[in-house]
């Protein structure tokens, strides 16, 4: 396990041990990239995010949630870079690669495919590209007893100036501009507007509020993000027989909402007790049903989504 530290930060960080690197596995600490990488200084780069931990019933196994919608969206967003990587082969990287680390705990994986060029041109065609993989122990990304927000006076992009059907990398300059200014304001995360000015997501979630007992979040017409663990939340309110809408939603709306939540890989569904000025209650009859009905899915105790779990043998 290697930890690092940024001296400004108090934040450790806990990687494993083995990384994917130029089509091999090696040391975690022997994984790195020129200066000059192309990537690096154009954000030519897309990135995904899914979740391990071990099977609560047999700690030999590794759950893994929604692999094959995870190496899906990140071979389309890689197909955005102009580079075929098809999700088949992601999946098979993927699955050694967590075999390799033998986790013994919750973790985050962090796959990446990016311009490794060392070019100076910004530029898409005839340019090499590669993919890496690498992760890190995770908790509770967000504090689970809810966070505070503020709404951003920076704007969710637009799709007709970046493909926000994909998880660029060089897009997330605007959530590191929104967090920040929300930590440094004294709050949590940060919530942003699109170009219309109706609510988007937030710094890396999707969001969602309740409603007179409907669940309602901003559709992808809004300029979201396509959020696996946000699908994953509209089938199982469906299931439950939640009423779900997707339509555009204003930022008064958010004001007088009975329940506001973030949902993420990371954050998974994480409660909101605060807007800027506006209190909301303890009281979450929905965000806590269907927390609880996903956690349940992701350490397989719901044989109804079994297919959404992807199991891995520590001992093969």
């Known amino acids: 396990m290697q930890v690092f530290s940024n001296l400004k930060s108090p934040i450790m960080y806990n990687f494993l041990p083995i990384a994917y690197f130029q089509n091999q596995f090696v040391p975690f600490e022997d994984a790195k990239i020129s200066i000059a990488t192309h990537a690096l200084h154009y954000g030519t780069g897309a990135f995904g995010g899914l979740r391990g931990i071990p099977d609560p019933q047999n700690q030999d196994k590794i759950l893994l949630f929604r692999l094959d919608r995870h190496c899906k969206r990140l071979s389309d967003s890689a197909r955005l870079l102009r580079y075929d990587l098809p999700a088949e082969k992601i999946e098979e990287i993927i699955v050694n690669w967590v075999k390799k680390n033998q986790p013994k705990t919750s973790f985050y994986i962090r796959p990446f495919v990016y311009t490794s060029d060392l070019g100076i041109a910004p530029r898409l065609h005839k340019i090499e590209k590669d993919f890496f993989v690498y992760g890190l122990e ?21 799709d007709r100036s970046l493909p926000l059907r994909g998880k660029i990398s060089g897009a997330y300059i605007t959530s590191s501009l929104a967090k920040t200014e929300a ?13 219309q000015g109706k609510v988007s997501e937030a710094s890396g979630m999707n969001v969602f ?47 007088i909402a009975d329940e506001v939540f973030l949902s993420g890989t990371a954050a998974k569904i994480t409660p909101v007790k605060r807007i800027e000025g506006y209190e909301f209650s303890n009281n979450r009859p929905i965000t806590e049903k269907l927390r609880e009905k996903l956690t349940a899915i992701t350490e397989n105790r719901d044989p109804n989504y079994a297919s959404w779990v992807y199991s891995i043998s520590l001992k093969d």
């Open 138 to 158: 995770l908790g509770d990304y967000l504090a689970a007893e809810g966070v505070s927000c503020r709404i951003s006076s920076w704007y969710r992009q637009e």
């Open 183 to 195: 930590a440094e304001s004294g709050f949590d995360e940060a919530i942003l507007m699109n170009s």
């Open 209 to 255: 509020l309740v409603r007179n007992g409907q669940l309602i979040t901003p559709g992808f017409e809004q300029d979201i993000l396509e959020g696996i663990t946000r699908d994953s939340i509209l089938t199982i309110a469906k299931d439950l027989g939640i009423k779900t809408i997707e339509r555009p939603v204003d930022k008064s709306e958010l004001y």
